[in-house]
């Protein structure tokens, strides 16, 4: 008989039998996550240069408010559709080749884009591009597990997610420029061509903990202690072996089993809301602020970055003070989830844009809920500290999958709203609406932060 799926506390205690060095640490770890913040900001931009070209692509295709939401979703599509193979993929080859191919495709993708003349090649090369770049946040979420200890992972992941928003932060005044004087078309080489050579620079440099020639010994026993260094490929198969069966090396009901715990399926939902508010402006900014407030090519570029940069420092406030309240005794419970809630309250506040007239205004609105949705941007830290080990990679795709349906939903609602009225009014109450749906997901799902333990 099955025995019932299972959950246990997550242990910060060093692991028995493991010795911690006293000597002075190395810090290797931190140039992995260095890669990892460079590889995510390149990410975004691939993913998100699509907008910033909007307002021109559409002029010279011929292309209306609602086939642009569909655009913008058709990503989402095949990005949503492969998370779970893609997690597959890097459970079986690992962080090194699956993040070493994924970028090198999706900027393949991204510069085939450059050359489209109609709507049915740019629609093909954004379902390639989504495909791509699905397994690359369950390898950012793999790496953090297996490099840094539980007390620093959210401090980790607001530093590569602080990618997601620095880019366009501080590149699109350039990028505008560039599409000024050269045209749409040459965004998405530039972008496409810088990928392929971080590609070339991941491969280069990553390796895993015990691999890696500016390791000591001091920095892996402090790892360890923390509960790193769990995801080798020999632990991960006794942990994956009672869950797999020999003919197919996957058993897709435990997906099923999974996704019974409310500690996933709340910070599925709650994502799923974070990311609504993301992929707006990701999307459709430069076009709201282009033609519900009237703004000018430069200014559109200037008043960009304002957001981004809010975001930006969202992302790194809520690490880092996710990380203070933990080493201050909190329990994962307020550590982890007090900043998303507030983040997603405070995110909610979007709909004010509505009711002020001044472009300034505006701007600090938006960048107020933008920085809040960066405080929010935690899940990936929950998806570490609640995976069973050896399924990181299967946990973090259905994670992503359920989270980024907003890059499918988002994008259509917003076309059409636009398209039926004419203003973007009734799209910014739908983003706040849907982020206050995800801070009760919070509240009231998500129950205890535990490790999640498949029994058979």
């Not at 460079?38 to 292309?63: F, S, W």
């Not at 191919?101 to 591009?129: D, E, K, Y």
Request: with cysteine.
């Amino acid at each position: 008989m099955q025995q019932p799926i299972q959950s246990s506390p997550i242990d910060t205690a060093a692991p028995q039998g493991v010795t911690v060095s006293t000597g002075r640490r190395s810090k290797a770890r931190f140039q992995i996550l260095a890669l990892l913040a460079v590889g995510t900001m390149i990410n975004y931009l691939d993913r998100t240069v699509l907008g910033i070209a909007a307002p021109q692509l559409t002029k010279e295709l011929g292309i209306n408010a609602a086939l642009m939401g569909l655009l913008f979703s058709v990503f989402s599509w095949s990005y949503v559709a492969a998370q779970i193979p893609g997690g597959l993929f890097l459970d079986r080859f690992g962080s090194k080749v699956t993040y070493f191919l994924s970028m090198t495709f999706w900027s393949l993708c991204t510069l085939a884009q450059g050359l489209v003349h109609g709507i049915g090649a740019l629609f093909a090369f954004r379902l390639g591009l989504g495909v791509s770049e699905a397994p690359c946040f369950p390898t950012n979420s793999r790496v953090v597990a297996t490099w840094f200890p539980q007390s620093e992972r959210a401090m980790a992941t607001g530093t590569y997610t602080v990618g997601e928003y620095i880019g366009l932060a501080f590149f699109s005044p350039f990028l505008f420029m560039l599409m000024g004087a050269f045209g749409w078309r040459s965004l998405f080489y530039v972008v496409g061509g810088v990928g392929l050579v971080f590609g070339v620079i991941w491969w280069m440099f990553y390796r895993e903990p015990r691999d890696h020639p500016s390791a000591n010994q001091a920095e892996l026993d402090y790892i360890e202690a923390g509960g790193g260094l769990t995801h080798r490929k020999k632990d991960a198969e006794a942990a994956a072996s009672k869950l797999v069966s020999a003919k197919s090396g996957f058993e897709w009901r435990t997906i099923g089993r999974l996704l019974k715990h409310r500690q996933l399926t709340g910070i599925c939902l709650g994502q799923f809301a974070g990311n609504s508010t993301l992929v707006f402006f990701l999307t459709w900014f430069p076009t709201y602020l282009a033609t519900e407030r009237h703004m000018a090519w430069l200014k559109i570029g200037f008043f960009a970055i304002m957001p981004f940069i809010a975001a930006s420092i969202g992302v790194m406030f809520g690490g880092f003070f996710s990380d203070w309240l933990l080493r201050r005794g909190k329990s994962p419970n307020v550590a982890r989830k007090l900043p998303i809630i507030a983040g997603l309250l405070l995110a909610s506040t979007i709909i004010l844009a509505n009711y002020v007239e001044s472009n300034l205004l505006v701007i600090a609105i938006l960048s107020v809920a933008f920085f809040a949705q960066g405080m929010a941007a935690l899940g990936w830290t929950l998806v570490s500290d609640i995976a069973p080990d050896g399924l990181l990679g299967v946990t973090g795709g259905i994670f992503n999958f359920a989270a980024n349906l907003a890059g499918i939903v988002t994008p259509l609602v917003v076309g059409f709203i636009v398209a039926a009225t004419g203003s973007f009014v009734g799209a910014l109450v739908f983003i706040g609406a849907i982020a206050l749906v995800g801070a009760l997901s919070y509240i009231f799902i998500v129950g205890d932060i535990k490790r999640i333990v498949l029994v058979d």
